[in-house]
T-cell receptor, first 117, second 116 residues
Framework: GAVVSQHPSWVICKSGTSVKIECRSL??????MFWYRQFPKQSLMLMAT?????????EQGVEKDKFLINHASLTLSTLTVTSAHPEDSSFYIC?????????????FGPGTRLTVL | AQTVTQSQPEMSVQEAETVTLSCTYD???????LFWYKQPPSRQMILVIR??????QNATENRFSVNFQKAAKSFSLKISDSQLGDAAMYFC?????????????FGTGTRLQVTL
């Protein structure tokens, strides 16, 4: 099956620093990648949708200058949390949609736990 | 806007028994997908089952089956012969059928416990 990886799996950083999270589709090309945020015991909240070679589309209420998304290729998207603060601590999950599948199957990465001190 | 509602925050089932998780949704569209995802303690999202709205036949995947009632906008998941490994959060999700950028809308989730 299709595999999506995320790196790092967990990261601890100091307040005010920036953190970059990578999302890769390992064995397929992803037309579209999605970034979600999940708080403990809650559902996934879509932050943004990114298409290769174009600007990401952010959901209402998500600060695009704080959460920078780059989708440079059909297999890589990155999320950079700029000037991170403790309230940005969360579990971040990416997913990638396989362009080939008839149902446009969407596969999820294993997530990245961000802790901001 | 589409909404997905899971009214059961927690459910419990004994091993080998059957359990049904409820999901309702609201949409004005006619062509869409519905999904059940499982999120075990590892937090890796795993697709359990998918239903295309245009199909009248309920989807099945081994011990997992759905009861899709389009008119009632209901999409329940039945897990038969429950196993300890089924313990997880289960999320119901909706997505429009067309458009590669169409988004998944998730419900709030149901935590399933499996007891011996």
């Amino acid at each position: 099956g299709a595999v999506v990886s995320q790196h790092p799996s967990w990261v601890i950083c100091k307040s005010g620093t920036s953190v970059k999270i990578e999302c890769r589709s390992l064995d397929f090309q992803a037309t579209t990648m999605f970034w979600y945020r999940q708080f403990p015991k809650q559902s996934l909240m879509l932050m943004a949708t990114s298409n290769e070679g174009s600007k990401a589309t952010y959901e209402q209420g998500v600060e695009k200058d704080k959460f920078l998304i780059n989708h440079a290729s059909l297999t890589l998207s990155t999320l950079t949390v700029t000037s991170a603060h403790p309230e940005d601590s969360s579990f971040y999950i990416c997913s990638a949609r396989d362009r080939r599948g008839a149902g446009n199957e969407q596969f999820f990465g294993p997530g990245t736990r961000l802790t901001v001190l | 806007a589409q909404t997905v509602t899971q009214s059961q925050p927690e459910m419990s089932v004994q091993e080998a028994e059957t359990v049904t998780l409820s999901c309702t949704y609201d949409t004005s569209e006619s062509d869409y997908y519905l999904f059940w995802y499982k999120q075990p303690p590892s937090r890796q999202m795993i697709l359990v089952i998918r239903q295309e709205a245009y199909k009248q036949q309920n989807a099945t995947e081994n011990r997992f089956s759905v009861n899709f009632q389009k008119a009632a906008k209901s999409f329940s998941l039945k897990i038969s012969d429950s196993q300890l490994g089924d313990a997880a959060m289960y999320f119901c999700a909706y997505r429009l059928y067309t458009g590669t950028a169409s988004k998944l809308t998730f419900g709030t989730g149901t935590r399933l416990q499996v007891t011996l």
